[in-house]
């Protein structure tokens, strides 16, 4: 059974940082990639930082592009998402989730953790 378990939230100032840390357990991912997505309030989830589990290559949504990292440290089963420069816009709950090939989610998520940046 796929278990991943988020942490690194808190609240931070406008400008300020956090790092997100995602553990993943139960198969092995080898042939998938890991994702950040994040969800604000009365807002739909959306896509912020993918990477490759082997290759490591990333991609990003416009919105993020430049002030968040994504890594992954193979040996450990865990991504992480760097963020920098943060915004009052960037206030969501943020999910780690294991995509396919093609960056779609397959229906494994952990559980959120907030992120509040303040102004």
């Known amino acids: 059974q796929v278990q991943l378990v988020e942490s690194g939230g808190g609240l931070v100032q406008a400008g300020g940082s956090l790092r997100l840390s995602c553990a993943a357990s139960?198969?092995?991912?080898?042939?998938?990639?890991m994702g950040w997505f994040r969800q604000a309030p009365g807002k739909e989830r959306e896509f912020a930082a993918a990477?490759?589990?082997?290759?490591?290559?990333?991609r990003y949504a416009d919105s993020v592009k430049g002030r968040f990292t994504i890594s992954r440290d193979n040996a450990k089963n865990t991504v992480d998402l760097q963020m920098n420069s943060l915004k009052p816009e960037d206030t969501a709950v943020y999910y780690c989730?294991?995509?396919?090939?093609?960056?779609?989610?397959?229906?494994?998520w952990g559980q959120g953790t907030q992120v509040t940046v303040s102004s």
């Open positions: 989730a294991v995509l396919n090939y093609n960056l779609v989610p397959t229906g494994y």
């Open positions: 139960g198969r092995t991912f080898s042939n998938y990639a």
């Open positions: 990477i490759s589990w082997t290759i490591g290559n990333t």
